[in-house]
């Protein structure tokens, strides 16, 4: 059976168009050997004489010698006419002899310029599985390569004819790294914690592209990017590279759920973890254990590990600095004593998921990045968050889902705001969400949460952090369904459909709006919004809609 990326495919609820690309992906793992490898749904970008192009090909099949097949395929209806075939989408026409030249062309060149002097076969092949082509010999494609309707169960055999198993070649290696890097199909470690597999973010600005493909001395790279942008997926990329190069990558963030889940999907060979926790480690390794305690436990942590001179062991060929808007300028001297002289250095911050109020640290003499695509939320969330931030804010509505806007459950009391959560969690079952796929996230902190103190909601069971870790350091929950965290934890993580609950302010001032910006852009798919009579009467002045 072929080895198809990425995985976690079998699992996926498509409809129309999707649904047909996963029965052909099916159909192609189970048909080719493992001689093959599949890339599903592969995007790309490129500027062509000053203006983004955007495009995607729905397969790239890749054989041991790393040669490549591109497959393009378009379900349903199509049209025949004096230019060939083309397809309506989205209100226009696509030709299609154009998109996979195109395709050829741009991927073709990125893929040379990554390989240098060694060279890959790149072949292509056109799949309608619902169309009969009446006249093939005017399509503007080669007959051979087109597969319709008509033979529909020549694909596989095809695929081995025109691209044969191959010998293994050093060369194959890189060109996956290419497919999964280049062409940004990087693990999105923002996923709900507990999911079995990864969910895979299409970052179709590229940041994972754009920011390595970078080239200045020292590298000292600043990005800042929205929610959803790719820091974190650009910051695995890195790791990713570091390790395959053979050198020791550190990265540091503030949030330890976030630290948890990078440490699930990086590879081995370098260190992952929380600011705070590497204070710890320095204090360890030589010989001192912290006293938590105390009630200024952390701000001791900190100036004793200042004071420690860190050795080779705490020093680093590359450090990437993720959720930088929470790190002081104290914090950012300390991190950047386990850069070593020649290291690459990156610092990913989004001012607008600044929770703390920290001011934002001075980096003279850095380049410096910015990437206002929203690739993860949908795009009500980010219209709704563009009308509330002054002059629309640093985001742009990017996301390819199309979903529903976001629905809004007003309670009076407390009686009530449970009442209301319960509502928001069959309005998500309704419209095919399992538990698996739904995270309450709480306006307050865990201490003063109602709903993180609940084991259970209506017939719902709630699994929330109980505050301890296990042997192995990782964190333990409830035994519940439904997960509740607050907004503060749920910071650098989402889930599919995100209940941003006990939402409570009378005023929308700047703290209010960055945690209302944090809890909305933590859903890829729905988000409903469970506030205060009080927070529907501000959120509503600010839209100028009428008071309730």
Known sequence: MAKVFPDGWRELEATGAAQREIETLGLLAAALPDDYTIYHSVHWTCLEQGFSIYGDVDFAVVNRAGDLLFIEQKSGFLNEGRDGLSKRQAGRSIQVAAEISRVLHVLGGKLAARLGDEQVRLEYLFYCPDYHIREPQSAGLEAARIVDASRRDRLAPLIREVLPAGEDAGRAATVHRFLRDVIRLEPDVSALIGHARSMITRVAGGLAQWARQLDFEPFRLRVEGTAGSGKTQLALAE????????????????????????????????????????????????????????????????????????????????LIVDEGQDFSERWRDLALRHAGPDARVLWLEDPLQNLY?????????????????????PRAVVRLLRELLPEGGAIEAASPIASSEVSFLVYQDEAQMAERVKEAIRLCYSEGFRKEDL?????????????????????????????????????????????????????????????????????LDQAALRKLFVGATRAMMKLVVVLSADADRALKARLGQPAP
């Open 239 to 318: 790791y990713r590279a570091a390790v395959e190069a053979g050198k020791r990558p550190l990265y540091l963030c503030y949030n330890r759920p976030l630290a948890d889940q990078f440490n699930r999907v990086a590879p081995a060979g370098g260190l992952a973890l929380t600011f705070h926790s590497l204070c710890d480690r320095l204090l360890r390794a030589a010989g001192r254990a912290p006293d938590f305690s105390r009630a200024d436990a952390f701000e001791r942590l900190v100036e004793e590990a200042a004071a420690l001179e860190p050795d080779e062991t705490f020093r680093f060929d590359v």
């Open 439 to 507: 995270a309450i996230v709480s306006w307050r902190g865990r201490e003063h949460s109602r709903l993180i103190a609940l084991e259970r909601l209506g017939a719902n069971t709630l699994k929330h952090f109980t505050g301890e870790y296990d042997l192995l350091g990782e964190p333990r929950y409830t035994a519940g369904d439904v997960l509740v965290e607050s907004v503060y934890r749920f910071k650098g993580q989402s889930a599919p459909a995100v209940i941003l609950a006990e939402m409570d302010f009378g005023e």
């Open 357 to 377: 109020g920290r001011a934002p640290v001075a980096l003279p003499g850095w380049v410096s990045l910015r990437a206002d695509s929203n690739f993860r939320s």
